[in-house]
């Protein structure tokens, strides 16, 4: 089974302190996504890579950034938190082959106060 | 652009009742995909099924059902003889078939409350 890893399940901080969301998979995808889910607008695109060192914009990429080092792991930075995103967040990979779903970790609920 | 549309919000219906989960979608593409998924109260979103434009056939899948009528652009979904364990926040979600190296777009999502 493919393993989506987010290294927190809750997470805290303050208004402008910089935070790091971790996310690790197991089976070599090429493709990790980080979505973010708020209730009644369901999942949106932040970022999304599709290989190491790559990245591309998703819908709501403001005030966000990623980091994909290592194949197996893609890191979103908010790099000055605010109330606004406080939020769940969702980290994904697929491989590339067509019409391949997305395995989803278990989310991160973040609170910035 | 592509777009994801489930208009209810939140559906409870009674145990052993049937309920139809509706998406509706838009794309330009003549190649895409079709996706459903389930996040239980856990948080974690189970992967249900998946089909291509091509292919119009529905599939049932013991309880669970999906129509998919590419003439109105939905892919509904029909849960069964409901049990208190379907209740869930269920999305539906649509990729471009050019690449894989695409996101999917997903709707906003139904929550089915089943009470015993």
């Known amino acids: 089974d493919v393993k989506v890893t987010q290294s927190s399940r809750y997470l805290v901080k303050r208004t402008g302190e910089k935070v790091f969301l971790e996310c690790v998979q197991d089976?070599?995808?090429?493709?990790m996504f980080w979505y973010r889910q708020d209730p009644g607008l369901g999942l949106r695109l932040i970022y999304f890579?599709?290989?190491?060192?790559?990245?591309e914009k998703g819908d709501i990429p403001e005030g966000y950034s990623v980091s994909r080092e290592k194949k197996e792991r893609f890191s979103l930075i908010l790099e000055s938190a605010s109330t606004n995103q406080t939020s769940m967040y969702l980290c994904?990979?697929?491989?590339?082959?067509?019409?391949?779903?997305?395995?989803f970790g278990n989310g991160t609920r973040l609170t910035v106060t | 652009a592509q777009k994801v549309t489930q208009a209810q919000t939140e559906i409870s219906v009674v145990e052993k009742e049937d309920v139809t989960l509706d998406c509706v979608y838009e794309?330009?593409?003549?190649?895409?995909?079709l996706f459903w998924y389930k996040q239980p109260p856990s948080g974690e979103l189970v992967f249900l099924i998946r089909?291509?434009?091509?292919?119009?056939q529905n599939e049932i899948s013991g309880r669970y059902s999906w129509n998919f009528q590419k003439s109105t652009s939905s892919f509904n979904f029909t849960i069964t003889a409901s049990q208190v364990v379907d209740s869930a926040v269920y999305f539906c979600?649509?990729?471009?078939?050019?690449?894989?190296?695409?996101?999917?777009?997903f709707g906003s999502g139904t929550r089915l409350q089943v009470q015993p």
């Open positions: 994904a990979s697929s491989p590339q082959t067509l019409g391949s779903p997305l395995h």
């Open positions: 089976m070599d995808h090429e493709n």
């Open positions: 890579s599709y290989d190491v060192k790559m990245k």
């Open positions: 794309t330009r593409d003549t190649t895409y995909y």
């Open positions: 089909r291509n434009s091509f292919d119009e």
């Open positions: 979600a649509l990729n471009r078939g050019d690449t894989g190296r695409r996101a999917l777009t």
